[in-house]
């Protein structure tokens, strides 16, 4: 559940990567827990819908530049998606 709320709130593009590999390696010899896939017990929300409501990564660790803001995309893009492509179609409880 941590590492949900982090994703949510954490300003450093440097943690959230070191956050989510420690989680990887944590689960590395669960062949079927992928960490990228489970959904947040009671809101049902994967860590790519966690990201997407974190504003203060966007605002305060990037300072808003567009190369900051690539970095966080470039993020999305090949280290959440590729770990689990399904997430950006997956609904959370609300829809």
């Known amino acids: 559940e941590e590492l949900y709320e982090i994703f949510r709130t954490c300003h450093s593009l440097k943690t959230l990567r070191e956050d989510l590999r420690t989680a990887k390696e944590a689960n590395i ?9 489970r959904p947040e017990e009671g809101t049902g ?7 997407g ?4 990564l966007i ?10 803001i690539s970095q966080v995309n470039r993020f999305i893009m ?3 998606i590729p ?6 179609v997956d609904e959370d409880n609300n829809g």
Do not use: Q
């Not at 409501?53 to 203060?56: E, G, L, R, T, Y």
């Not at 770990?83 to 950006?88: F, H, N």
């Open 45 to 51: 929300k994967t860590l790519l819908h966690c990201i």
């Open 78 to 80: 090949r280290e959440l």
């Open 53 to 56: 409501f974190n504003s203060s």
């Open 59 to 68: 605002l305060t660790g990037t300072g808003g530049s567009d190369a900051a």
């Open 29 to 37: 010899n669960s062949l079927f827990d992928n960490i990228c896939s």
């Open 83 to 88: 770990a689990y492509p399904s997430a950006v």
